[in-house]
């Protein structure tokens, strides 16, 4: 399966500011997907990063807050913008490594986010 | 209602045990179904794929049932390594993306 590296793994951060979290792959894929696990809570999909077009955004997230880059097959951005301390969270890349339909995923060790 | 429900336990067990968990999900569209597990901090990794006939893999044994739509996972003779959260996917019929159950935490006890 693929190997991905995320990074930073924590920042503690200002409100107002923003961050920007790295995910490489190592191998080309077609989709990156990023998701947010809020503390004690399950994982919930941001936005599916493709590469050569815009991301695409799941109800309740929006490009100007989570502006996402994939300028080639194996890395992307995420950034999340004018933090508050509802945006301390674990954010994850993942991509997928089945074959087929049989879209399993493989995650990224994630992105522990604090904001004060 | 979510979309895919779990019972969040926590299930408190002795080592040996056999403990079975189930999720319901909403979408009687949805075509693939997994469980992930999640140790404390880390990252989920695939557990097992869940086929209409259902699949083991060692003490571990996945059932669907669409016809109630929910899905079961079984692990017999627990270890302390079992000690973990267990998520259910769920793919969402006419998209790539998962959605992901919120969780059943599992404590094997010694």
């Known amino acids: 399966s693929a190997v991905i590296s995320q990074k930073p793994s924590r920042d503690i951060c200002q409100r107002g500011t923003s961050l920007t979290i790295q995910c490489q792959v190592d191998s080309q894929v077609t989709m990156m997907f990023w998701y947010r696990q809020q503390p004690g809570q399950s994982l919930t999909l941001i936005a599916t990063?493709?590469?050569?077009?815009?991301?695409?955004?799941e109800s309740g997230f929006v490009i100007d807050k989570f502006p996402i880059s994939r300028p080639n097959l194996t890395f992307s951005t995420l950034t999340v913008s004018n933090m508050s301390p509802e945006d301390s969270s674990i954010y994850l890349c993942s991509v997928e490594t089945g074959s087929g339909g049989a879209n399993v995923l493989t995650f990224g060790a994630g992105s522990r986010l604090t904001v004060l | 209602r979510k979309e895919v429900e779990q019972d969040p336990g926590p299930f408190n067990v002795p080592e040996g045990a056999t403990v079975a968990f189930n999720c319901t999900y909403s979408n009687s569209a949805s075509q693939s179904f997994f469980w992930y597990r999640q140790d404390c901090r880390k990252e989920p990794k695939l557990l097992m794929s869940?086929?209409?006939s259902g699949n083991e893999d060692g003490r571990f044994t996945a059932q669907l049932n669409r016809a109630s739509q929910y899905i079961s996972l079984l692990i017999r003779d627990s270890k302390l390594s079992d000690s973990a959260t267990y998520l259910c996917v769920v793919n969402s019929a006419g998209r790539r993306a998962l959605t992901f159950g919120s969780g059943t935490r599992l404590q094997v006890q010694p």
């Open positions: 990063a493709n590469q050569g077009s815009e991301a695409t955004y």
């Open positions: 869940v086929y209409s």
